[in-house]
């Protein structure tokens, strides 16, 4: 389920560009997870990482602006 939550809030970043704003200000996992909480979304910064991992995706932030790249459509 908490893995599921992870997946729903990726799918929704990538077609919201508010919320992918919103997420890639977070500083770091544990800043963007309590984020994620705050709207509703339960898991930990483990199953996130479990999630990227499996996807093949990374929490760096990259370019500038600063985004990160994991976001699906």
Known sequence: MSKHNVETLLEAGGRDPEIKKKYNEA?????????????????????????????????EVRGNPPKREIWWT
């Open 27 to 59: 500083q770091n996992e544990e800043e963007f997870v309590a984020l994620a909480l705050a709207d509703g979304y339960e898991f930990t910064v483990n199953e996130l990482n479990a999630v990227l991992n499996e996807a093949g995706d990374s929490f």
